[in-house]
């Protein structure tokens, strides 16, 4: 008994290393091959950058906006409800900016980008790979991953850090609203306390948030997009396993990067 869950702990463990190098492979891919472009590959890459953005992003501001802005005050409700008993009011937005900009935004954001892009370029990929898309570009001669990985990859960074922005300021605009309704707040004590809250280790942790989920996101589901073989029944589980395992890197590289950020 012990050696055979030993046994599949054992292949638990080789099964996420093979999935990390597979991901960091493909990084590697990217990297390279948007090094090596060409004007006119620039050009393509470009304007499919320019629509993956327009789907991550822009067509995602609408549940990010109201997500913000009713986590923002729902958050700061909860704070005041614990503060208001030690008469520490005076730090509640402190409290709400180091909570929305450290962990909040950048967690919020990135499940909002796996729901609705994570899961559409795992789908994507998949039927890419079994409609044999992949296969004749690969035999014409042409590298399918400038213009298929390395959009997804640009446009899932440059989406995830504007919603980032996006959300931080709604969500503490949401705040405020709420402060202001219950506390004789004025919007200039509100900014003044946030300045003090908001130094260069919230930027710094955001910052890298962004640029590590942006690229996490991307790579993980079209990775797990890439893995579908033999018939549509895979597409369904490739999707689940994308967005479970997109979801679980997420909060343990946000763990890492606090841990070794405010430690």
């Known amino acids: 008994m012990p050696v055979r869950w030993a046994c599949g702990v054992g292949a638990k463990v080789r099964h996420a290393f093979a999935l990390l190098g597979s991901v960091w492979w493909l990084l590697g891919k990217c990297v390279r091959s948007g090094l090596r472009l060409s004007r006119e590959q ?107 990985l390395v959009p997804r990859l640009l446009g899932g960074v440059i989406s995830v850090f504007s919603l980032v922005i996006v959300f931080d300021t709604v969500a503490l605009l949401g705040g405020f609203l709420v402060a202001w309704l219950r506390l004789p707040v004025s919007f200039g004590f509100f900014l003044g306390a946030l300045g003090e809250a908001i130094g260069r280790r919230e930027l710094t942790a955001t ?31 490739a999707v689940t396993k994308a967005s479970v395992v997109s979801l679980a890197v997420l909060l343990l590289a946000g763990a890492i990067l606090s841990v070794l950020i405010y430690a």
């Open 42 to 148: 620039r050009r393509v890459v470009l304007a499919v950058t320019r629509i993956q953005i327009r789907f991550t992003a822009l067509d995602a501001l609408p549940l990010c906006v109201l997500t913000a802005l009713l986590l923002g005050g729902i958050t700061l409700l909860q704070v005041f409800a614990q503060l208001s008993a030690f008469g520490a009011e005076r730090h509640i937005s402190q409290i709400l900016a180091q909570l929305v900009i450290r962990e909040l935004g950048p967690l919020m954001v990135g499940i909002l980008v796996i729901s609705r892009s994570g899961t559409a370029m795992a789908t994507e990929m998949a039927s890419r790979m079994l409609s044999g898309e992949l296969d004749s570009l690969y035999v014409s001669g042409v590298d399918p991953i400038p213009y298929l």
């Open 207 to 237: 910052f890298l948030k962004c640029i590590v989920f942006g690229i996490a996101i991307p790579l993980v589901c079209t990775s797990f997009g890439l893995r579908v073989r033999r018939s549509t029944t895979e597409i369904p589980q």
